[in-house]
């Protein structure tokens, strides 16, 4: 839980030269061996409507140039009250004037 506030806290503080974002986040719980990943699946939800709905900056951005990105968070052990994971994030943003992307 702490990573994912730093995670958090990262996309916070680069709210000055940020730009808007177009991520898929995915949770993965099976190292943990527990049958309730609704937890997990919740998580999941909320981070991808966090990350894609929240207005980063005050400048409008097409559709086409928003950055493209993935995070994947396993999660490694858990427990009632936390749990330990690790994030891996991949991103590409597009590159001005041009149809293609540059990661």
Do not use: H
Request: hydrophobic share 35%; proline share 3%; glycine share 2%.
């Amino acid at each position: 839980m702490r990573n994912i506030f730093i995670v958090l806290t990262f996309f916070i503080a680069i709210t000055g030269v940020s730009q808007e974002l177009n991520c898929k986040v995915i949770v993965n719980a099976e190292l943990t061996g527990n049958e309730n990943f609704s937890i997990f699946k919740t998580l999941e939800k909320q981070l991808n409507e966090f990350v894609n709905n929240t207005k980063w900056t005050d400048k409008t951005f097409l559709p086409q140039e928003r950055i493209d990105c993935s995070m994947v968070i396993t999660i490694n052990n858990y427990s009632s009250e936390s749990f330990q994971a690790t994030l891996q994030v991949q991103s590409s943003r597009p590159v001005y004037g041009s149809s293609y992307n540059t990661p």
